[in-house]
């Protein structure tokens, strides 16, 4: 773990806070957030594997990435999903 790692969950936690509170579509929000980061990796691993069409597709293998690549994807994620069931068990409760 480093300190991108981080920083990545909070800037998706950020933009789905935006969302969420501007449209009050929280799931929006998340996918949002998540998808950015997605989009993300896969560019710096296509980055490593080159532009050919084969490399595209291997760059969607999370297996290849390397662990700091997984981790900047996996923190937003879990921090995203994470902020989604909170306000969704807070809406049934209230």
């Not at 790692?5 to 957030?33: K, P, R, S, Y």
């Amino acid at each position: 773990m480093n300190q991108t790692n981080f920083e990545h969950a909070v800037a998706a936690a950020a933009m789905q806070l935006v969302i969420g509170l501007t449209f009050g579509d929280w799931f929006a929000g998340a996918c949002f957030g998540i998808a950015f980061f997605v989009g993300r990796e896969h560019a710096q691993a296509q980055d490593k594997f080159g532009y050919t069409l084969k490399a595209a597709f291997q760059a969607f293998d999370v297996r290849k990435w390397s662990l700091d690549a997984q981790l900047d994807l996996l923190f937003p994620v879990v921090t995203c999903l994470t902020i989604l069931g909170f306000v969704t068990l807070l809406t049934y409760l209230l």
